[in-house]
């Protein structure tokens, strides 16, 4: 697929092995890797770098291979999901950065533009959560309440 605010295409990315059978080396079972994502949840960590220690830490390739589940869904079946999901609150947080360095550096107009750009994502992907019912229908996006919640 192409980019979203460039001319370009998309970059390669890698690719999980299709490998269907349990490698050797993990020694977890499937209750043990979830009681591992809750613990792991409870430090306050996102979905994305709950896998990423698995991953480095643990040896677990895959969480929905063993398990039969994703992450997001072992953490909504123990009642530990978050409130406004993870890509909202990482663009929300860029939108932050970038304000902060807008306001030591003016005349900074390529930081400006990424700033719009930023901007248009987030209204893009909470218009896609209020209707697919993750976000509530009144839910309004502010910067002074972004840069107090997170």
Do not use: F
Request: aromatic share 4%; no cysteine.
């Amino acid at each position: 697929m192409a980019r979203m605010h460039s001319r370009k295409k998309g970059k390669a990315g890698s690719k999980k092995p299709s490998a269907k059978k349990l490698q050797p080396w993990i020694s977890y079972g499937p209750e043990e890797i979830e009681q591992l994502i809750v613990k792991i949840s409870k430090t306050g960590k996102p979905t994305a770098q709950i896998g990423l220690i698995l991953r480095d830490s643990y040896g677990i390739p895959d969480v929905h291979k063993l398990t039969g589940k994703k992450i997001a869904q072992i953490l909504k079946a123990h009642k530990i999901e978050q409130k406004i999901p993870e890509d909202l609150t990482s663009l929300i947080r860029k939108e932050i950065t970038i304000i902060k360095h807008l306001e030591s550096n003016k005349h900074d107009m390529p930081s400006r533009r990424g700033l719009q750009l930023t901007e248009s994502k987030i209204k893009r992907l909470t218009k896609y959560y209020k209707r697919n019912g993750v976000l509530p229908a009144d839910w309004k996006y502010s910067r002074e309440q972004a840069k107090i919640t997170i």
